[in-house]
C-alpha cells in the first residue's frame, strides 16, 4: 500500500529554519500532485504549498518567499524548506499525494503522511 512517511518536525525559535521530508514508497510522487498541508490545533487543515509532474510549485500567501517545496524524484522524496519561521507556522503539517487528473486544493483525498509536528517557539 502507499505509504508517505514525513519527518525532520521539532521545535525552533523565530526566524529559524527546518526542512521536512516526506518519503514516498509504493507511489511515484513526480506522477503525482504532491502537497504540504498543515493544521494547527482548533483550526481547520490547509494547503501550505504543492508542486506538479512539471515542476510548477504554488504558495499560501502566509507561507510565500519563506518556503520552498521541492522534490528529488530518485529518492521518491518532497521536501519543505521552512526559512523565517514564525509562530504562527506552528502546526502539524501532512504531506499529500494526489492523482493531477482529479486534483482538488481541498485538504481531502489522496493519500496521507501521519504528520509531523511543528513547533516554533517566540
Known amino acids: 500500500q502507499v505509504q508517505l512517511v514525513e519527518s525532520g518536525g521539532g521545535l525552533v525559535q523565530a526566524g529559524g529554519s527546518l526542512r521536512l521530508s516526506c518519503e514516498a514508497s509504493r507511489i511515484i510522487i513526480s506522477h503525482n500532485v504532491m502537497g504540504w498541508y498543515r493544521q494547527a490545533p482548533g483550526q481547520q487543515r490547509e494547503l501550505v504549498a504543492y508542486i506538479i509532474s512539471s515542476g510548477h510549485t504554488n504558495y499560501a500567501g502566509s507561507v510565500k518567499d519563506r518556503f520552498t517545496i521541492s522534490r528529488d524524484n530518485a529518492k521518491n522524496t518532497v521536501y519543505l524548506q521552512m526559512n523565517s519561521l514564525k509562530p504562527e507556522d506552528t502546526a502539524v503539517y501532512y504531506c499529500?499525494?494526489?492523482?493531477?487528473?482529479?486534483?482538488?486544493?481541498?485538504?481531502?483525498?489522496?493519500?496521507w503522511g501521519q504528520g509531523t509536528q511543528v513547533t516554533v517557539s517566540s
Open positions: 499529500n499525494a494526489k492523482n493531477p487528473l482529479i486534483y482538488s486544493s481541498d485538504p481531502a483525498g489522496g493519500y
